[in-house]
């Protein structure tokens, strides 16, 4: 049905993917979330809201994650798992602003799968559970949170207190100042 290059391209020295013919997960997720960051920049907060959503669910794991040790893919797959939890967090915060204590605890959650000790998720977590009222299982989570700081010798912030603002945001910078 195709030529013969039109999924790959190949010469003496290289071999690679047509991108303009091939659908590549991580192109995808990488230009939705490069495509958020410029609607921000222009000032759109629902164009870019939308794009990190998109972004976010096109986000399938790390790349090549069933082959770590390919030197090749090592970049690209630090940079797709970076701008993942960069958006992760805006999503997170957002939810903590708009009081969606939920919607925080997921995204901290799936940030702390990606990297377990990733001090402001763990905090950002706490703090969404405490404004939810969850206060045991924020006490559970800031306990895991300070056994993972003590396994790379940096001391863990303060328990996050409840103010009158109630979004994680402002209970992270209550903690913070701690």
């Known amino acids: 049905r195709h030529p013969a290059e039109w ?68 970049g690209l797959r630090e940079e797709a798992q970076a701008t993942y939890i960069s958006l992760a967090r805006t999503l997170a915060e957002d939810a ?37 009222g969850r206060h045991g299982e924020a006490r559970r989570r800031y306990a895991f949170y300070a056994t993972k700081m003590e396994e790379i010798s940096v001391e863990a912030a303060p328990f996050p207190a409840a103010g009158p603002a109630s979004g994680g945001a402002a209970l992270i910078a209550s903690a913070r100042r701690s």
């Open 96 to 132: 903590a602003a708009a009081g969606d204590a939920d919607g925080a605890t997921r995204f901290y959650l799936r940030i702390l799968e990606r990297d377990p000790f990733d001090e402001g998720a763990h905090l950002g977590l706490v703090a969404a559970l405490v404004a939810a």
């Open 7 to 74: 999924f790959v391209s190949a010469d003496k020295s290289a071999i690679g993917l047509d991108l303009d013919h091939v659908e590549l997960d991580v192109e995808l997720f990488l230009s939705a979330a490069a495509d958020a960051t410029r609607l921000a920049r222009n000032g759109d907060a629902g164009g870019a809201r939308a794009s990190r959503e998109l972004a976010e669910s096109l986000y399938g794991g790390d790349f090549l994650e069933e082959d770590p040790y390919e030197d090749w893919a090592v």
